[in-house]
């Protein structure tokens, strides 16, 4: 069955590759339920800019257009194909300052939105997941890595409390360059702000994403990490899958991990969206092991 609601592709993000409508073919082919296309929402200053966009002449107004040419195109995609595959059309929401709260409502509301994947990719507007150096640029801004931490995590709730997203992304992104032993995560004054943020998407009825991108960057655990797992289980908190894609052969990344992250974290039931009758409903998805799409991972990929 499984599913996943956090994809990109080269079509539509500099940074990925290959076309949207080939993400959907290979998601058809490997067996998937359901597939959520969330292409990045555009950003709205030149200072924003990754450098491959910089090096393709990209503008915040091109980026915008791409935005809108992607909602286009998933749409026709999106019932070419319907009736071999479920697929949603979201956005991954950047939230680098404020402002960013009216934006993604702004977007949402203009196209239409099925759902948003909230994603926090910079600390002090700085980015963190694009390059170590990058990295290291804002643990130097904050003062040290446990100070990093903090200010994700607080600037993570805000997002959070203004966007209120349907998905989670990558929770803990901020592992992504740090200390592999998760010595700062478990700092107390690190750790009392991750479970405030796992209470708050709780309480409103968010999904966290168990992204499995996080293996790609050579991480013992996907996002979550497995501690903070075990609090959102123990919460009542609901899990979903993404892969986090970035082009054709990125569909299912790593998926074949998941059956032993899953049983070894003690997950037996995980949840996904649907459309119904023109509405977003969150649906369990039960005896999440025994599905026979693990089967098809093993043999068919």
């Known amino acids: 069955m499984p599913y996943s609601f956090h994809s990109h592709s080269g079509q539509f993000c500099k940074h990925g590759y290959g076309v949207l409508e080939d993400v959907v073919k290979e998601a058809i082919r490997k067996g998937f339920h359901t597939y959520g296309l969330s292409e990045h929402m555009p950003r709205y200053s030149d200072s924003e800019l990754y450098p491959e966009e910089i090096k393709a002449q990209c503008t915040p107004k091109s980026l915008a257009t791409a935005f809108s040419d992607f909602t286009v195109e998933a749409r026709r995609i999106q019932k070419v194909y319907k009736d071999q595959i479920n697929i949603l059309i979201g956005t991954e929401t950047e939230f680098i300052n404020t402002d960013y709260s009216d934006h993604v409502k702004t977007i949402r509301e203009m196209h239409n939105l099925d759902y948003v994947v909230g994603s926090l990719h910079h600390v002090a507007s700085i980015p963190i997941d694009y390059s170590p150096e990058l990295y290291n640029k804002a643990v130097e801004d904050a003062g040290d890595l446990k100070s990093l931490f903090i200010r994700y995590f607080d600037e993570q709730f805000v997002m959070l409390q203004t966007v209120q997203p349907e998905i989670v992304g990558h929770f803990d992104l901020i592992r992504i360059f740090a200390d592999k032993d998760n010595t700062t995560l478990l700092e ?31 991480l013992r655990d996907a996002y ?65 092991l025994e599905d026979a799409f693990w089967k098809g991972v093993r043999q068919n990929w």
């Open 188 to 218: 107390p004054d690190v750790w009392k702000r991750v479970i405030r943020n796992v209470d708050y998407v709780i309480e409103y009825g968010g999904l966290f994403e168990i992204n499995s991108r996080a293996w790609k960057k050579g």
């Open 224 to 288: 979550p990490q497995r501690d903070i797992i075990q609090v959102i289980l123990e919460k009542g908190g609901k899990f979903t899958l993404s892969d986090d894609c970035h082009g054709p052969n990125d569909v299912g990344l790593f998926y074949e991990k998941l059956p032993a992250y899953l049983a070894e974290n003690k997950i037996n039931s995980l949840f996904y969206l649907a459309k119904e009758e023109g509405q977003i409903m969150v649906k369990e998805h039960k005896n999440i």
